[in-house]
């Protein structure tokens, strides 16, 4: 059974740092590329940024560029997003989520839906 | 980015009726469009893959269509447990976004 679960949430004042985690099990953590995804209260859904298999290729959404940071221990089967110079708008649920990649010989394609969910982190940036 | 809008915002039917919720982007997305079911207090769900790929699991009453701009979900024969919020989801691009939502209600 797929297992995704979060950690390292909690509140933060304006201008802080805090690093999210995402414990994997259940499946071929380095076989799949990995996502975060936020939802601010009572509102909608948010990509956060994206992670190959390898870590070889990251992805950011404009508005957390150059502040947040993906990365990924395929030998521990964990999933990391480091957030900095936080602000209230970041405040939100955020879950990390899967994408399998398929791979023929050196290539590999990876259909970026999300197909397993974590059950998230609530983020509260405040002062 | 691809915007994606999504209609109607709230819909209210009764079990056993069809609901069909509508998703438009701003700018083709091929068939790269994906439908998700989110209930109160839970992760969402992955329903449809690619326009009209049901996922492993999601039942039959369930699908999926479209291509380019417009895009549709339908569930027929509406279940109590249908309850929740759709979200559609588009990876035809960078950045990968998400509609707005449609709330679904069971009279």
Known sequence: EVQLLESGGGLVQPGGS?????????????SYAMSWVRQAPGKGLEWVSSIRAN?????YADAVKGRFSISRDNSETTLFLQMN???????????CATTREYC??????????FDFWGRGALVTVSS | ETVLTQSPATLSLSP?????????????????????????GQAPR????????????IPARFSGSGSGTDFSLTISSLEPEDSAVYYCQQRGSWPLTFGGGTKVEIK
């Open chain 1, 18 to 30: 805090l690093r999210l985690s995402c414990g994997a099990s259940g499946f071929t953590f380095g």
């Open chain 1, 55 to 59: 870590g070889g290729d990251t992805q």
């Open chain 1, 85 to 95: 110079s936080l602000r209230p708008d970041d405040t939100a649920v955020y879950y």
């Open chain 1, 104 to 113: 023929s010989g050196a290539s590999c394609f990876v259909p970026w839906f």
């Open chain 2, 16 to 40: 056993g009726e069809s609901a069909t919720l509508s998703c438009r982007a701003s700018q083709s997305v091929n068939s790269y469009l994906i439908w998700y079911q989110q209930k109160p």
């Open chain 2, 46 to 57: 992955l329903l449809i893959s690619d326009a009209s790929n049901r996922a492993t699991g």
